[in-house]
């Protein structure tokens, strides 16, 4: 159920270390993020260990199927000192996507199941009012980096943030920000 939410927007802070959090809703929000809490600071994908992580968040208002969401991408960088970022486009659902909540929790179905099942709620779009906590493992296959050529894949570890922001037509019900530095090893 709720952890469809997570769908999309924890995928990219399970594989990152040294995750910062921002709860970055609106005072009226719907959906509230009280922790996230990964149980190493060196969290690297290697294929090895799976991403573990404790979360805890609300919704003060059911969810239905008609919500949408919105996710930004960014990869921060330096050039001769210079800070900068780029918005990471949406290929194959993953980086700065928008469209309908339930959409992206099918396109996600493996890793929204597996949250689902560790948090023992129903796998499902629609998202009861409540509390929901608990501790989540998931592990980041490396082979979906297979397909890409090496000279992307050696440059892909580096600073990123993502804002995702769900909606209930054009009222925000929520937003997250997860800010990170990924380490991949495949």
Known sequence: ???NLFVYCLLPALISCAVNWEDCGQADR????HKINFKSDAIVIDGHKPIEAEVDFSVLDPFDYEVTMSAELRRYFSILGIKSSVKIPCINDAGSCSGPFCYFVQSYSNLARSFADQLHVPFDCAIEKGRYKGNITYPI???VFNKIPTVISNNLSG????VIR???GDQ????LAIGSALQINP
């Open 172 to 175: 925000e019900a929520g937003c």
């Open 1 to 3: 159920m709720i952890l």
């Open 166 to 168: 769900w909606y209930f």
């Open 141 to 143: 296959p490396t082979n």
């Open 159 to 162: 600073k990123y943030e993502l």
């Open 30 to 33: 719907s959906l509230v993020f």
